[in-house]
Every structure is written in C-alpha cells, then in structure tokens.
C-alpha cells in the first residue's frame, strides 16, 4: 500500500506540474483547447469537400485556380504561423522570410463567420518525386450555400492583388514536360538597351498597345499574344532585349530548352502548363528548323507550338 501511495502522490504532483506549466503558458492551453474544440466541432457537424488539382487529370493542363489558391493561402499569415509545421523560405529582397505550407499541412480560414480548412495535398512516389499536387477545401455543408461563390470570389481578389505585387520569375523545363522557376532579377530594362532610340520607342508604344487590347483580339477571335524573331551571334543583346521586355510588361519568363524536350507531346505538355501572362523564349530555333537537331520535333510541331490551337487554352 505504501509503494502504491507513493505512485499516487507522484502521478499527482505530475499532473499538477502539467497542468501548472499549461496555466503558465496562456497560449499553449489556448492552442491545446482549441484542438479539442477542432475534434469536438468535426464530429458534431457534416462537411463537403472540394479538390484544387494542380493539373486538369486528362489533358494535363495547368489549372490556373491552383495557383490562386496557393497565393491566397501563403497570405494567411497568421493561419501558418499558427500551424504545428511550416516552411520558411528565402524571399526575392534581402532579410525577407516568407512562410509556406508543408506536405499534407491543414491550413484553417473564416470567411463570413464561416470556419474553413484547407489540405496542401502532395502525392510522391517511392524516390520521393511528386507525382501531383492540390489542395482539399472543407467546410460546414449548411454553410455551402451562403459563402462558396463570394468565397471564391473573394480568392481571386486577393491573389489579383497578390499576382499584381508579385516578383518575377523564370521557368525552366526539365525532364517530363514539366517546369521549374527561380526569381527573375535581370536588371535589364529598356532605358539600359543599346538600340536605335527611334526603334526603341516603337518597340515600348508596340507593348503598351499589346497590353490595353486583349478585348480587340478576342473580338477578332485571334490569340491573344505578341512574337518577336530575334536573330545574331552571341553578344548582340537578345538576352538583354528580352530581360527588358519582361520587365516591362512584368510577366515571367519560359524559358524552352527544347533539347529536353523528347516530342511534339512534350512540347504541348509544356505549353498548357505556361500562364496566358507568360514570355515564353525558344532559343536556337533555327537548328530545329533546318533539321539538324536530334531531337524528336518537326517543324510543323514547333509551328503549332507558337500559333496552333493550343495557344488558345487557358488565354481567355
């Protein structure tokens, strides 16, 4: 009886010191109870739930919701802060720190009084590749009629917002038709190009119209796009002309390396993958047209990667 009152009073001093240390640490008693809270509200009501794939599943283009979606939510600041595993990663400008959701990581949301969670959903196959990625959206089903369209809505707003303070960034393809992106810092602009003044400003008059008229294009059922042939040997200022460009018109750049690129399949791939406010550079060109390239790709299929119906997809 002794030894069994002596294991008592220790469990007891041990759960006082537990709950003294909880008491002590307001904030770690909050986050504890408002887990419980979670569970209890989880099973007391049903939920519907609705899935953000990165990729439409049968024709693999890009669905531009799911970058919405990701911007909208690595704002939540507070909701990432609050989580139990969050990445930090290096911002564009010096000493900034931005954070990320993890794999599987549950991010949680109110919007119109309405509780809400999202699901970073990272699929990866046995060498730890991700194979497909999207977020799971979940809420209340007797909130669904009340806040789903201004919720949405209310996604796009932000992420516009978002995408307009947004910085640059180029693209890259690699291996399996997909693309890989680093902050774009060229600080090339059209004041620093050695070019023919005249020129110059046709050229930055060509862009501000192109800019103003996705309406006139889409009236006269034309996509909605602008090309540029830039031709000489190395040294002459494409990369700079093309830098400048993309620092004017602010969109990133897609960069096509298409001695990675392993057939015409691939290339579509790769194209419905780009967003419609892309600067999509092809270099070399002229060896895969005149055939003495190895790879895989006529001339007809690189002549409908940048005018066929596919530059239609995603453009509207």
């Known amino acids: ?39 209890l509200d989880d099973r007391l009501h049903v939920h519907q739930h609705f899935k953000v794939p990165e990729f439409n599943d049968s024709t693999l283009q890009e669905n531009h919701f799911y970058r919405r979606v990701s911007l909208y939510l690595n704002s939540l600041l507070p909701a990432l802060e609050d989580s139990d595993f969050t990445n930090l990663l290096a911002g564009n400008k010096p000493n900034d720190i931005l954070l990320s959701p993890h794999d599987h990581q549950v991010i949680r949301d109110t919007f119109l009084g309405a509780r809400v969670s999202w699901l970073n959903n990272i699929q990866r196959d046995h060498t730890n590749q991700v194979v497909s990625r999207s977020f799971l959206l979940r809420f209340k089903i007797k909130d669904k ?16 917002d978002i995408e307009h303070r947004k910085e640059l960034r ?11 992106s680093v902050p774009f810092n060229h600080p090339a602009t059209f ?13 930055q008059s060509e862009l501000e119209t192109f800019l103003d008229s996705k309406q006139y294009y889409k009236q006269l059922g034309r996509v ?24 004017f018109v602010e969109y990133d750049v897609y960069y096509l390396n298409l001695s990675q690129v392993v057939d015409e399949a691939d290339l579509s791939a790769l194209l419905l993958q780009t967003s419609c406010k892309s600067l999509i550079v092809v270099e070399d060109l ?31």
């Open 1 to 39: 009886m002794l030894v069994f009152d002596s294991f008592l009073a220790c469990f007891s001093i041990s759960c006082l010191i537990f709950l003294l240390r909880l008491f002590l640490h307001r904030t770690a008693l909050i986050h504890v109870v408002r887990k419980w809270a979670d569970w």
């Open 145 to 160: 009629r009340r806040i789903l369209e201004p919720y949405f809505q209310h996604i796009h707003s932000v992420s516009d």
């Open 170 to 180: 180029i693209h890259y393809n690699y291996s399996n038709a997909k693309w890989k």
């Open 191 to 203: 004041d620093s190009l050695v070019i023919d003044p005249d020129l110059k400003t046709k050229i």
């Open 224 to 247: 909605w796009k602008r090309s540029y042939l830039l031709y000489g040997p190395s040294g002459t200022g494409k990369s700079s002309f093309i830098a400048a460009v993309a620092n």
């Open 286 to 316: 002229d060896r895969y047209v005149s055939g003495k390239s190895r790879a895989r790709i006529s001339s007809s299929g690189l002549l409908n990667f940048m005018d066929g119906i596919l530059n239609f997809q995603g453009r509207g």
